[in-house]
């Protein structure tokens, strides 16, 4: 009698799945605007307006194996929630597919990164694999926010601190001279919005995968905050910031950086705050991602 809606195109049982969706419905340290716990239902809605064939990339997402796990079951509890992230995430990886988290705020990524030193890396190494690739309009390097260290806004610091510090970010624009002065001291590669303006975006992801690489990063978690992309492109974010990358910037992103890209996730999508245009456009996006790494 009653079926939960699943993401467009995820008709797959989980054993044959190359692709797993998971939503995060999570916000309880937003600090601005809250809501994007309405997000995971608001971009499921939302992928159904596609057409299920990719002409990019010739194929069609009926053709590919996705299955939707559905929601996590949540309280407020941020440790509860981390845990539940990385245990789903870990599980997925370990049976060799993709895992595709959508939030919910920006602190879900934390647990995704963590799946990926637990369930991927040589236990053997004392340095991880596993590195991370950002897109977001913040530093998100605080050391803590409004009291709280695990929150939205110290995700990329608890992740360098704690986890790998193979972390490169893109679509920079807003940061404390602390954290700015942190990325600095600790060799934190950033690229700003307006060099992804001025140098292009094939670019700045090259140079980007390059450090990774370089820095012996062997598998990379993608991680997409919604805010990087400008307020006109997505209104519907928790904290919205000008001078932002276009839609196609990130569509740019992923499809170069998909090849070597082992994890996904798309957060801060607010969509109390706007149209349905976030949503949508964070809908899409993972269709791209999923149609851009079932190529490789
Ligand atoms: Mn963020
Ligand atoms: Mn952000």
Known sequence: MFRQRVFADATSGYKDADFVIFGVP????????????????AMRKASYNFETYNDFFDLDLTDLNIHDLGDLDLDTHTDEMLRMVCDVTAMILRDHKIPIALGG???LTYGCVRAFIEALDDPDRSDPDSGI?????????????????QSHACVSRNIVDDLTD???LIGVRSGSAEEYAYAREVGILWHSA???????????IRESLDTLFDRGCTQIHLSIDADVLDPAYAPGVGNPEPFGLSSRDVRAA??????????????????GYDHGESAMLGARLVREFIAAKSVC
Do not use: Q
């Open 133 to 149: 690739l950002i897109l977001d309009a913040h530093l998100d390097l605080r050391d803590e926010y409004l009291g709280v260290k």
């Open 105 to 107: 705020e920006h602190t």
């Open 194 to 204: 307006d060099e992804v303006n001025d140098a292009g975006m094939e670019s700045v």
């Open 166 to 168: 193979k972390c490169v």
């Open 26 to 41: 999570f916000d309880a340290t937003s600090s601005f605007r809250h809501g994007s716990s309405e997000a995971p239902d």
């Open 254 to 271: 992923i499809r170069l950086a998909a090849p070597y890209v082992c994890g996904f996730d798309i957060v801060e999508v607010n969509p």
